[in-house]
Each structure stands twice: as C-alpha cells, then as structure tokens.
C-alpha cells in the first residue's frame, strides 16, 4: 500500500496545474474572507461623534454573555437561604405601532420571561451566580453561570422558590405549597466570596418575530418586553449584613442624556416586593463569530471538487488507467490510495486557508470596531481543523464520482448539486425553516455544520436558522453524514471499477 500510496502522490504533485489549483483554493478562501471583513465596519454614536460599541460582559466560563434584568438584594455573609413566593408574573410585550409616534404596547409574556430568586457573586455584568426562577411557558428552572440549564417541574408561574448556600455549593428547591419541597439541583459557584448578594429577580428577552422578505431571505426583528413578578413571604436565613434591600438594574444600556434605556423597577409593601425587569440571562449573540471569516470558503470548495474529480478522471480521459491497473492489479486499492492522497493534500491545504483566514479575518473585524464573539481554544482548533477535513471529506466524495462516472462534467456538477447547491438554498432562506434544516441534516451539505462555533441554547431566546449561522445537527454530527456519503460513494466506485473494465 505504502507503494502504491507514493505513486499516486508523484502522479498528483507532477501535475502542476493539480498543485496550483490547491494553492488557488487557499488563496480564494483567505483572500475573499479577507475582503469580506475589510467591509464590515460597526460603531456607534454618541451624539454627532462615532465612538466604539460597547461589548458584552464575560462571564465565569469565558463566554461573552447578557447579563440584564432587575435585582431586588441584600448581603449574605457565609452560608444562608433565601425562601420566596412568587404569585403572579405579568407583562407586556410591544408590538408593531398601528399609528405612527403611538406606542403599541399590549399584555403578555414570552416564553421565557423569568423572576425567581438568585445568588450571585455581585452585582457586576458577568459575574458568577445561581438562580431558580419561574418561567412564563417554561415551568421552574434552575440556570448557572449564564450557560447552564435544568428543568424543574412543569405548571404556573405560582410557585414557592429556594435557595441554600453551604461554601461553593447552591442547591435550589421548588414547592407548591411551601411545606413539602423539592430539589431542582445542586451546582457549585468556584471562588464564591464570603460574602455574596442574595434576592429577587424579574427578567423578560424581547420578542423574536420573523418575516419572510419579498425577494428571499428572512427578516427577524426583537421587541421590547418586560415582566413583572410579585414576590411574597421572602424569608432570608443566615447573616445578613447591616442595610435596606437594595435596587440594581444590572446591565442596563444607557442613554445620550445619561437616562437608563427600557428601566426596570421595583417596589415593597408590607413585605410584599413587585419587581419589573427587561432583559435576559444567559450567553450573547451578539457579534461576529470565527466562522464569519470564512465567507471565501464556497469558492475554495468549488476548486477543491474540480481538482478532485479530474484527479481521477484525467487517467480516464488519456487512457492511462489500464496502465495504473497493470501496476496495482487489485483495484480497490489503488482507488483507495488516490482518496488517501487527495485527502491529505486537501487537509494540508485547507488547514492553511482555514487559519489564515481566521487569524487574519478576525484581526480585520476587529480593526474595523466588530465584536468577535469569544470562544476556547479546543472550539477553534476544533473548527479550523474541522473544515479543513470537511474540504478532505468533499475531495473524496467528488474523487469517487469521477471514479463512477468518469466523466469530469458529470462528476463535478453532480458535486455541486449534492454539497454547495443545499448550502447555498437553505442559507438564504429560499424554503421555509424546516425545508431548509432537513436539507443540512440529509444531504452532504451537513459538513458545513462543523464550522459552527456558538451552539444554540435552548433557553435562550432566538430564531436558530442556517441563514444565522445555525445548523440542525451538531458539528461533529454533521461532518458524519458527509463521511457516510464520501464511504458510500467510494464503496460504489470501488465495487464498479471492479465489476467492469477500465
């Protein structure tokens, strides 16, 4: 195999056209995502004067999130509990005006309007803390650290809540009726202080509608909602610092004039708190993402599938397969090498395009005052690396069309239709939601899932569509379904090349 391996390897790199070609495919991908970002530019004003955005707080597992709504609290210095009754959760939710300068605001609640009782390390944007909330459709949940999520039991927002601190460790209970609890979960809060803010929460994200655009694509708009809960029977046990309750709307944005946009509010009587908020909990969306730089990858991929396919069909076309076949009698193996071959110097190629177009794409999005959306390590390597073997997986499956049809049009159109052509349709929302979802999950097209770096939340939310840069199978999964097309088409060559003649 080692000899036949090295043949194919001196047959592609004696090719100079062959070589070119994957060198072109890099340049395309790096240079057009190059371009692409050198033309989002992104500021805001603050009167007559540009100034740079401001960017979402970081939270405790380095991901940027939202970090907005009210908090009614006090200190809790070491170990504690918090007990509340929530009674009623009320809203309203803005719709579009149906005079011009009339607000049109009517009653409501989104789905995941929430108000519950929380721990968190302070009161700054992103730092660390535990909840158990309410929800509006959502029954009780008890969320962590902005990423995290368990469900409670289902029902009405008329629900007795709890929290108990012991060291790092927050468990938080539910009840119907304030005698018989039941846990929710358990989660540690790493380097919790000694002394933590403890109390009443009321949180509500805006409304996502989603419209269908006149000539394709879709149009998602937010719109302003707020939630009111009324707390009752709050009960804090432990030591609590001297002072009243205090007020903070964490996060608000700010005004020109200094006043808070959409304020949320609170009020108490007779022990009984109403608390207003806007806003949400949970992980940012907000920004460009590394997979944004690599807007020339559709070009480098149309490249790669012809390099690929003549790679194979070329013997074919000048009668040097019977040759190729004389030296290498069992045929598999030699179809087998030629994948090896165009996959390793596909991989090697793409790895290149692929870092340079993240290093680089970012740098400019940057420059150009965007807010690259931050991710681990392990995530970029996983998609840099994981694109590049999505380029090495195509290069086998057209290579094994070629094999097949051995025609290089034939091969290479069959290549477009079956991977760039979905993408290219579902993206931009020719078909509804679901057409285009199923589009990504059966056809070779689901490799392009690998390249996504922010995963959807289910308790965020969002309008999750691949025209937004979300696919319905999970990265690794997707790239998969496309390996299980490039085996399957390479089994077919394989089994033809060896059923009839060369």
Same mark, same amino acid.
């Given at each position: +195999? ?130 158990? +909330? ?7 949940? +008890? ?60 949180? &509500? ?9 006149? $000539? ?85 991929? $149309? ?12 013997? @074919? ?8 076949? =004389? ?7 030699? =179809? ?27 740098? $400019? ?5 965007? @807010? ?21 997986? !195509? ?5 094994? =069309? ?7 049009? !034939? ?53 999750? &569509?691949?025209?937004?840069? @979300? @696919? ?31």
């Amino acid at each position: +195999m080692i000899r036949t391996l090295r043949a194919e390897w001196t047959k592609f790199r004696t090719v100079r056209g062959w070589m070119i070609g994957m060198v072109v495919a890099a340049l395309l991908t790096v240079g057009i995502g190059a371009f692409s970002a050198s033309g989002n530019h992104a500021s805001c004003s603050a009167g007559p004067v540009e100034v740079p955005c401001p960017t979402p707080p970081i939270g405790p597992e380095g991901q940027a999130v939202t970090d907005h709504f009210y908090f009614v609290h006090r200190q809790l210095a070491g170990d504690g509990t918090i007990t509340a009754r929530v009674n009623s959760m009320t809203g309203k939710i803005r719709k579009p005006d149906v005079k011009p300068g009339a607000r049109n605001e009517v009653a409501g609640l989104t789905p995941w309007a929430k108000a519950g009782v929380m721990i968190k390390q302070s009161a700054r944007p992103g730092s660390a803390y535990a909840a158990v +909330m309410v929800t509006a459709q959502h029954g009780v949940r +008890m969320q962590h650290n902005f990423t995290h999520d368990v469900a409670g039991r289902p029902g009405g927002v008329a629900r007795w809540l709890r929290m108990t601190r012991a060291g790092d460790t927050i468990t938080g209970f539910e009840s119907a009726d304030g005698a018989n609890w039941t846990k929710v979960d358990t989660v540690r809060l790493a380097e919790l202080p000694q002394t933590v803010e403890i109390g009443l929460f009321a949180a &509500s994200p805006g409304e996502i509608t989603v419209t269908q655009g006149d $000539i394709g694509g879709t149009i998602t708009a937010g719109r302003f909602a707020e939630a009111t809960a009324v707390f009752d029977q709050v009960g804090i046990q432990g030591r609590v610092p001297g002072g009243q309750w205090r007020h903070d709307d964490v996060g608000a944005s700010v005004n020109g004039d200094g006043s808070v946009h959409h304020p949320g509010r609170a009020a108490e009587s007779g022990g009984t708190f109403s608390v207003t908020g806007v806003g949400d909990i949970g992980p940012a969306d907000d920004g460009r993402t590394v997979e944004s730089t690599f807007t020339g990858l559709p070009a480098g991929l $149309i490249v790669v599938i012809v390099v690929a396919v003549v790679f194979v069909t070329a013997e @074919y076309r000048r009668g040097l397969i019977r040759t190729s076949l =004389l030296s290498v009698p069992r045929r598999g193996r030699m =179809l087998a090498a030629k994948a090896l071959v165009i996959a390793a110097v596909t991989f090697v190629a793409g790895l290149a395009a692929t870092a340079g177009s993240a290093v680089l794409g970012t740098r $400019i999005l940057r420059a150009n005052g965007n @807010y690259v959306l931050p991710v681990s390590m392990l995530t970029e390597v996983r998609v840099v690396a994981g694109v590049a073997a999505f380029l090495a997986l !195509v290069a086998v499956f057209v290579l094994a =069309l070629g094999a097949l049809f051995r025609r290089s049009a !034939v091969a290479v159109t069959l290549g477009l239709v079956a991977i760039v052509v979905p993408h290219l349709l579902a993206t931009s929302s020719v078909f509804p939601l679901t057409v285009s979802q199923w589009l990504l999950r059966v056809t070779p097209a689901a490799g392009f899932a690998i390249q996504q770096s922010i995963p959807e939340y289910p308790q965020v939310l969002g309008y999750y &569509s691949p025209q937004g840069g @979300y @696919y319905p199978l999970a990265p690794w999964a997707g790239l998969v379904v496309l390996g299980a097309f490039a085996a399957l088409a390479l089994g077919l060559a394989v089994y033809r090349l060896n059923r009839r003649d060369a």
